[in-house]
């Protein structure tokens, strides 16, 4: 594993060696627009990883940073992490994403994709886990066709962030859940993220879901998801 090229501004893709059929869109559930490609590097060694699990990194401001070395296989989509890439845009809500960010991320995904002769298939991680990331439509900003293949050979079309819509499969998630989302799903509700869906996230849910005016039933479904997240009213 090697972090050589961590925190450099990220210009021109340089293809690695290793090969590469597959890159995964990720958004770090973060509203905070200050975090940097350094701080994701400290979360995840504080996970326990090696440092950082995403490749490359793009700022609230529409900045891309180089993260783990592209030689390197990442630590980003469970189970498809050889052979693959990991993007990671700053955001949590729909809102918190820009043009700038989506402008950045069109520039790198438009050289990797001319790298390897216009044939690579972009992803978003909830194309292959049960997680609401990344929270924006990475198809409708890359211009990508069903099965994630750039339409026009890497030129998509600049997209009207008013009109990307979130077609994330959203999962239900309720007491008892221990995975990613709970932790996502606390964050959204300002207290304490442990990952863990106990009781006290229960009650948090409950009284977020009456204020909103939802069924109060504890569960996060697809209507909880999208007032969290801030999308689909
Ligand atoms: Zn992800």
Known sequence: MSFNSLGKPFERYERPG?????VFIH??????PNIT????HRWHKERGWSGIGYHIYVDDAGRGWHGRDLESPGAHTSGYNTGSLGICLNGLHLSDFSEAQFDELRRICGQINEAHGGGMRFSEHNDVAAKACPVFDAYAVLGLDSKGYMSDGGHPPPSNIQMIQMTVNLAQVGFGD???DVALIQRLLEI??????????????KEYQRAQGLAADGIVG??????LLGVGN
């Not at 958004?27 to 905070?32: F, I, L, P, T």
């Not at 490609?37 to 994701?40: H, L, M, N, S, T």
């Not at 304490?192 to 849910?205: H, R, S, W, Y």
């Open 27 to 32: 958004c770090d559930a973060s509203s905070n």
């Open 18 to 22: 290793r090969a590469i059929n597959r």
């Open 178 to 180: 221990k995975h990613g």
């Open 37 to 40: 490609v350094q701080d994701i």
């Open 192 to 205: 304490p993220a442990d990952g863990i869906f106990g009781p006290q996230t229960e009650a948090k849910v």
């Open 222 to 227: 697809r209507a909880t998801w999208e007032r």
